[in-house]
């Protein structure tokens, strides 16, 4: 698509799919320089915030998979871009009066945390879909108070607990860790997550996905295993406010 000087939603266009080529080659050197297969890393544009037609300018550059944190938002967005067939995660904090929703509406949660929850969205998503609700279970390496996710000590039972669920499936882990500039600093939480993972799999529960990594440090993510990153402003640019 070429965009014109007196047609916004041209440039837009023409600048999110110029900023998907950029993330995906970086995706792409990432996994060339640690020794990662091409193409097993997958981008999942954080779309929060962002109007419907900028989703939907990313979809007509190829991307399918899209994160919200927002129910409400989400389901606004979803009601506008129903001709398109996307995947919906679902990434911000869960709350008990939201369960509901989130399973009837996302093919996948990132930040599972509480049994309870998971008791809720697997009732649920059995009431709506034979196909079961794909989650990660967040931990939370960091110790910060404001992260939601486990701490790494309860990881067993809390797997122990969702897998059990009907209606859901644990796809593996994810974690949101506090932000740090030095490369080998970045790449510490990601690899404990990865051990983590090693430790908990088995060969009826692999935990194959590592949901980690985002904008500033995708690259120390995908070096230590990662095999989705969560990507929102280097695909979109700057986030908008949110009301």
Not at 10 to 23: E, K, M, Y
Not at 139 to 154: F, H, I, R, T, Y
Request: glycine share 8%.
């Amino acid at each position: 698509m070429i965009a014109t000087a007196n047609d916004p939603n041209n440039a837009v266009g023409a600048a999110i799919a110029s900023q998907l080529d950029a993330v995906r080659e970086r995706i792409a050197a990432a996994e060339a320089r640690y020794g990662r297969a091409p193409g097993s890393v997958q981008l999942l544009a954080v779309s929060k915030v962002q109007p419907a037609a900028r989703i939907r300018a990313a979809h007509r550059h190829g991307q399918r998979a899209f994160g919200e944190s927002y129910v409400q938002e989400a389901c606004d967005k979803q009601a506008l871009l129903a001709d398109l067939r996307l995947d919906w995660h679902f990434i911000g904090r869960i709350q008990s009066n939201k369960t509901k929703t989130i399973a009837e509406r996302f093919d996948w949660v990132h930040g599972l945390g509480d049994p309870r929850h998971a008791q809720r969205l697997g009732a649920h998503r059995l009431t709506v879909s034979d196909r079961p609700l794909r989650c990660c279970l967040q931990v939370n390496l960091s110790g910060e108070g404001s992260k939601a996710g486990v701490e790494p000590q309860a990881l067993p039972e809390l797997l122990a607990r969702c897998a059990e669920v009907d209606g859901l499936r644990i796809e593996g882990l994810m974690t949101l860790p506090a932000p740090a500039e030095d490369g080998a600093a970045q790449r510490r939480p990601f690899a404990a997550l990865r051990a983590l993972r090693d430790r908990l799999a088995t060969p009826g529960q692999p935990l194959a996905t590592l949901s980690m990594g985002m904008s500033d440090d995708l690259e120390a993510a995908i070096a230590e295993g990662a095999t989705m990153v969560r990507i929102g402003t280097a695909v979109f640019g700057p986030r908008p406010r949110h009301p």
